[in-house]
């Protein structure tokens, strides 16, 4: 099984759907607009992606294919499930699992991953990354940052190639070497390091924030009531906010607001015929159409109305 593809857009969830294995929630965290890109590459056991957004973020993963165990390689100024991720660490997540990622600015994920079956399969292979590790999550922390540089060099120099020439995966002995080249790349990673599990309280956190995009998704456009988004998550308000700071910087409701607010924007670039700024608001729970107004142009730099106006291709001042 070979597949490959890029995606470039300027919506987050677009973004996030171009992500397969898990749902993913991608939204700016600063700034006035979104943009990100995501390659994707599956060879037979092994599956390599990279991400990247152009401005401070948060990225929430619900739960990944089940048989594949993945570590991600992120750049500076991240942080993985509420604690930041040092140069010489991989974050390692278990089959089935999930969490959230919180950039400080514009950020890069590399993430490989190997399927369970491969250790039982192709033993010979002797990847460090093997059975013993294929059912924890936590932080992976090598010597130095050496291993880490020359598997992302070799990752780019893949990407590149991939991009100039994508006939290439039509060659069967290309897709041998390229899935050689990724295992010679991924086993030094993991053979001069030691393994830190994660807090007993970080798979309860990641299970938390699940259950609130869920929830979030489930709702759709409408505006979650507080008692209901506390049974629905199975929480208490107080737990839920302390998560919610940590993995996010906001409160449960600034960021359901957060939400509703980028989603209002995405209405209005592109309404349908007869969408007004009143119409969106409401429909989103915004019954203070002026603290509406306030609070979108506190974000995005311009009232509601001149975002739908230039979707119509007029101008108003």
């Known amino acids: 099984m070979h597949i490959y593809r890029r995606t470039a857009t300027d919506s987050g969830d677009e973004l996030g759907r171009a992500i397969p294995g898990a749902d993913f929630h991608c939204v700016a965290d600063a700034g006035r607009s979104f943009g990100g890109r ?41 942080a993985a499930n509420g ?3 040092a140069g010489n660490e ?13 950039s400080a600015d514009a950020a890069q994920v ?50 590149r190639q ?5 006939r290439l ?26 393994f830190r599990p994660d807090r007993a309280a970080v798979g309860r956190h990641n299970r938390i924030v699940m259950r609130l995009e869920r929830a979030i998704e489930e709702a759709g456009d409408q505006p979650l009531d507080m008692v209901d988004l506390c049974r629905q998550v199975g929480t208490s308000r107080r737990s839920l906010e302390a998560v919610m700071r ?16 980028w989603r209002a924007r995405a209405m209005l670039r592109r309404p349908d015929d007869g969408t007004t700024v009143t119409d969106v608001a409401f429909q989103l729970g915004f019954w203070h159409l002026s603290r509406f107004a306030a609070a979108y ?6 009232r509601p109305s001149v975002t739908l106006a230039r979707a119509h291709g007029s101008s108003t001042h």
């Open 38 to 78: 995501y390659w994707h590459l599956h060879l037979d056991w092994v599956v390599l992606s990279r991400l990247e957004v152009d401005q401070s973020s948060v990225v929430t993963a619900d739960e990944r294919v089940p048989d594949f165990s993945v570590w991600h390689v992120m750049s500076t100024r991240c």
């Open 83 to 85: 604690f930041d991720v």
């Open 90 to 102: 991989l974050v390692e997540v278990r089959p089935g699992g999930g969490g959230t990622m919180r």
């Open 110 to 159: 590399t993430t490989f991953g190997l399927q369970s079956s491969l250790f039982s399969e192709a033993p010979e292979l002797d990847l460090p990354f093997g059975p013993s590790s294929a059912r924890r999550s936590g932080r992976w922390r090598m010597a130095s940052e050496a291993p880490r540089g020359r598997f992302e060099a070799v990752t780019q120099t893949m990407w």
């Open 162 to 166: 991939l991009e100039e020439q994508p």
């Open 169 to 194: 995966l039509d060659s069967p002995a290309n897709r041998v070497t390229l899935r050689n080249a990724l295992f010679e790349a991924i086993a030094p990673l993991g053979e001069a390091g030691a």
């Open 246 to 261: 940590q993995r996010t910087g906001k409160s449960p409701w600034e960021y359901l607001r957060w939400r509703r607010l």
């Open 297 to 302: 142009a506190s974000i995005f730099g311009e």
